[in-house]
Nanobody
Framework: QVQLVESGGGLVQPGGSLRLSCSASGFEIDSSNIGWFRQAPGAERVEVGCINKKYWDAPEYADSVKGRFAISRDSNKRMVYLQMNNLRPDDPGVYYC???????????????????WGQGTQVTVSS
C-alpha cells in the first residue's frame, strides 16, 4: 500500500526547534516531490515548503518560514525531514507531508498537487 507517516511533533517553547520526519512506503520516495503543509485549529491548511525529487532537490519554502525551516532527504532511510528552527506562536498546528509520486516537474506549494497524504503530527509552540 502507498503510505506516508509523519513523526517528531510535540511541544516546544517559542524560539525552539523541532525536526519532523516523513517516512514513505509503497512507492519510490526518491522519484517523488514531497510537500509539507500545516493546519492550525479552525484554520485552512497552508503550504510550508516542498522538496523536489532526488537529484533535482532545490527545496522551496513559503515566505513565512524562509530562513527558519529546512527540508532535506535521506534516501537510505526513505525519509524526508522538516527541520524547524526559531518556532513562533503562529507556527503551531498539525503538520502533514504529502507526495507527488513520480513527479515530472518542480515541486509546487499548493496542496492540490499532492496525493497521497500522511495523517499529520501535532506541533505546539508554548512557553
Amino acid at each position: 500500500q502507498v503510505q506516508l507517516v509523519e513523526s517528531g511533533g510535540g511541544l516546544v517553547q517559542p524560539g525552539g526547534s523541532l525536526r519532523l520526519s516523513c517516512s514513505a512506503s509503497g512507492f519510490e520516495i526518491d522519484s517523488s516531490n514531497i510537500g509539507w503543509f500545516r493546519q492550525a485549529p479552525g484554520a485552512e491548511r497552508v503550504e510550508v515548503g516542498c522538496i523536489n525529487k532526488k537529484y533535482w532537490d532545490a527545496p522551496e519554502y513559503a515566505d513565512s518560514v524562509k530562513g527558519r525551516f529546512a527540508i532535506s532527504r535521506d534516501s537510505n532511510k526513505r525519509m524526508v525531514y522538516l527541520q524547524m528552527n526559531n518556532l513562533r506562536p503562529d507556527d503551531p498546528g498539525v503538520y502533514y507531508c504529502a507526495a507527488e509520486i513520480y513527479a515530472t516537474g518542480a515541486c509546487r506549494l499548493r496542496s492540490s498537487a499532492y496525493d497521497p497524504w500522511g495523517q499529520g503530527t501535532q506541533v505546539t509552540v508554548s512557553s
